[in-house]
């Protein structure tokens, strides 16, 4: 039998993601009511109008590339911020079309300053908190490197930002593109393109959802890691591809897949589990010791 390993992703698994969120919604409050002429209060506002427009039809928003939905709304907190401002490019009342015809005099598309919100608001966010673990992440790591289960992280956030939050507990994490896999107990991948998509138009229906599972970056992440167990907080980026991956019965596939359990999952896919799709709800990575002491 192979040597377990356990695949995970890092933002909403081992960090507490509101916060950051909280920084990047933050920032583009204030570059709204810069763009439309508003005070902050007033930009608040109608940032929580278009946030609930938004939310209001889950299956229709969320982090959009070329037309096509990669996560949804409301089972990936940082896919709010994208779905506001698409809402924003859509231009469907007055308020919409006068940000969007502002945005647009300063940039490209009004994807390009998300980008710009979401990258200088993450970036400064590192640099004002050392780290943002979650409570008894690091000792969750001392437990997998005690029990000699190596541990990879796949995440779309950069590898430093891994790797920077755990070394203010003393822990190493190599870098999984320099370095053969068990070569290291912890590795890292960064900006993992879970979001990127091939050509193929290949999908699953979770929870009467449709979600796209030909990403061939993260696919080729798990056929060159081959874990046992892959542990995510937002399915469409962290489990459908591996799930895919399970029911063709595909060289790398995971035996067990886990579904954090945060505060937002929604019930679409709180109710797949244990259903053929996901395996386990974790309540906080505190549980994933017992779950792989289950698993192995
Ligand atoms: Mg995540």
Redesign the pocket.
């Known amino acids: 039998m192979e040597p377990f390993t356990l695949l995970t992703?890092?933002?909403?698994?081992w960090t507490d993601?509101l916060r950051e969120l909280a920084a990047v919604s933050g920032f583009l409050t204030a570059e709204l009511a810069r763009f439309g002429g508003v005070d902050a209060a007033r930009s608040v506002e109608l940032y929580a109008r278009f946030r609930a427009d938004v939310m209001a039809r889950p299956s229709e928003h969320g982090w959009r590339i070329d037309g096509r939905l990669v996560s949804y709304v409301d089972e990936?907190v940082?896919a709010e911020p994208t779905a506001v401002g698409q809402w924003i490019e859509a231009a469907r009342c007055a308020d919409t079309a006068r940000l969007r015809a502002a945005i647009l005099s300063e940039y490209p598309s009004v994807l390009a300053f998300l980008d710009h919100c979401y990258h200088s608001t993450c970036a400064r966010f590192r640099e004002e908190v050392p780290h943002d673990l979650t409570r008894g992440a690091e000792r969750v790591l001392h437990w997998f490197l005690r029990e000699r289960i190596p541990v990879v992280f796949a995440?779309?956030a950069p590898f430093e930002k891994v790797a920077g939050w755990f070394a203010c507990h003393g822990l190493q994490v190599a870098d999984a593109r320099d370095s053969e896999p068990g070569a290291a107990p912890l590795r890292a991948y960064g900006r993992a393109g879970k979001q990127c998509l091939g050509a193929a138009a290949e999908s699953l229906v979770v929870g009467g959802r449709e979600v796209p599972v030909d990403r061939p970056q993260y696919r080729a992440i798990l056929e060159r890691e081959r874990a046992a167990l892959v542990v995510?907080?937002?399915f469409s980026?962290?489990l459908a591809v591996p799930l895919a991956m399970r029911r063709a019965r595909a060289p790398g596939a995971p035996r067990a897949l886990g579904l954090?359990h945060l505060e937002h999952t929604p019930r679409w896919l709180l109710d797949e589990v244990g259903r053929g799709g996901v395996d386990y709800l974790v309540s906080h990575v505190s549980a994933l010791p017992r779950l792989v002491n289950a698993l192995r």
């Open positions: 992703d890092f933002d909403g698994v993601p990936d940082f995440s779309n995510g907080d937002v980026l962290d954090m």
